[in-house]
């Protein structure tokens, strides 16, 4: 069931999804927007759907598979690492976006970028082949 294909999609995934919760706890109130940080990643997740649900459906697949196998310290051993992969990806991109220089500038951008769709799923993403597999995947697993 693993690949490391799979792995690679979820925590782009991951760390997007992360990226948008921190950006809109941290910008949102800032800029005077009115969706809550929750709405925000809710609209993100929305418009990714079908790669979102996929990722997740593969981490809780990878965690079974460890429980059955080593129990709860295996499963939250496999949530760990995930855990790790996605906050360290994701802290990257948020300090490149607003941890330099003027926060509400770097703040006004990223949520324009966001907005925009900048981590939204489309062809041009690199891992985008990595992302459709791990769709169908999703599908036949259901």
Do not use: H
């Amino acid at each position: 069931m693993e690949t490391e294909s799979r792995n690679v999609a979820s925590a782009f995934m991951g760390a997007a999804n992360f990226v948008v919760g921190r950006i809109g706890i941290e910008c949102l109130p800032m800029l005077g927007r009115l969706e809550t940080p929750r709405e925000y990643v809710n609209i993100w997740q929305e418009r990714n759907a079908k790669y979102y649900t996929a990722s997740t459906r593969y981490i809780a697949k990878k965690m079974e598979a460890a429980d059955a196998i080593g129990g709860s310290v295996a499963r939250d051993a496999v949530l760990k690492e995930y855990s790790t992969i996605v906050r360290k990806e994701g802290e990257a991109t948020i300090v490149d976006w607003i941890g330099k220089g003027n926060k509400r500038e770097g703040c006004q951008r990223a949520v324009m970028l966001i907005d925009k769709g900048i981590l939204d799923v489309n062809p041009e993403v690199p891992v985008y082949q990595d992302l459709q597999a791990l769709a169908v995947w999703s599908k036949i697993t259901e």
